[in-house]
Each structure stands twice: as structure tokens, then as C-alpha cells.
């Protein structure tokens, strides 16, 4: 067996802009403004889900794309979300994912999903601000609705 077989894990982040270039959350309005911004145009053909990385001054650091799925759903593996938060040295974050029909109650899943996370977060010291269900038109805020 060679030890030396081994590889290299390097973890880089090279923000782009100055903090205070970088666009502020102070509501839910703003974060939705933010990442429709960034949607792709299949937000009517398929499920996605992101989360937006903030700094301790809700300055979003960037946004990561989890995952793309179908109509009816998409994963959201926790380990990635973490692995985006962790890398970019976020201090709290947003969920975002859409709903395709326009409907933008949260299911049973989606509510569940984010009551994992959140509890995940608090084991990293990582706040989940709140999870945003979006569509072109709208957007369904679970911080609004006191659901977070």
C-alpha cells in the first residue's frame, strides 16, 4: 500500500467584489429580488433549489445552485447546502426553491426540509434567515409566515 496515494483537499474562496459592493438582505422582498435575478429561465419547467450565503452584515456572498429536478420535486441534500455555507465562511443563509405549478404553499416535505436544516445550523452556529418558495410572479417567505 503507498501512503502516498493520497489526494489533495484545497478549500479556496475568492470573493469578486469588496463587502460593501456586495448587495444587502433586510427582507424577504430583497432576497427574492436578489435570486430571481439569478434564476434560470426554467423556473416554469422544473423544481431547482439554491441558497443565498450571507456575511454577519446579511451581504450575500454569493448564491449555490443545489440542485435541478423535475416537475414535482428536486433534492436538497443537506451535506452540499453545508458544504456551499461552510466554503464561502457564511454566516447565515436563505433557502430558495421553486414550485413549477405556481403554487407556492409549502408542502409537508418542504416544511420538514427546512426544519432539518435549520436544526444542522444551529449545530454549525450557521442561521437559517428563512426559506423561500418562489415563483416569476411571487414568492412564499416561511419567516414571513412564521413558520421558521
Not at 416554469?44 to 446579511?58: C, M, P
Not at 461552510?86 to 426544519?115: C, E, F, Q, W
Request: aromatic residues 8%; glycine residues 4%; contains cysteine.
Amino acid at each position: 500500500m503507498n501512503l502516498l496515494n493520497i489526494s489533495e483537499i484545497q478549500i479556496t474562496y475568492h470573493p469578486k467584489f469588496k463587502a460593501n459592493e456586495l448587495p444587502q438582505v433586510s427582507c424577504s422582498a430583497s432576497a427574492y429580488e436578489i435570486i430571481l435575478q439569478q434564476w434560470d429561465n426554467d423556473i416554469h419547467y422544473r423544481e431547482s433549489f439554491a441558497v443565498l450565503l450571507l456575511s454577519r452584515a446579511n451581504r450575500c456572498l454569493g448564491i449555490s445552485f443545489i440542485s435541478k429536478g423535475g416537475l414535482a420535486g428536486t433534492v436538497a441534500d443537506p451535506k452540499m447546502i453545508f458544504q456551499a455555507a461552510l466554503k464561502a465562511n457564511a454566516s447565515s443563509m436563505i433557502l430558495v426553491h421553486n414550485h413549477p405549478s405556481g403554487n407556492l404553499k409549502p408542502s409537508d416535505s418542504d416544511i420538514s426540509l427546512t426544519k432539518k436544516i435549520k436544526e444542522v445550523g444551529k449545530l454549525l452556529e450557521l442561521q437559517i434567515l428563512d426559506h423561500l418558495i418562489i415563483s416569476d410572479e411571487s414568492y412564499y417567505s416561511f419567516a414571513d409566515e412564521e413558520l421558521l
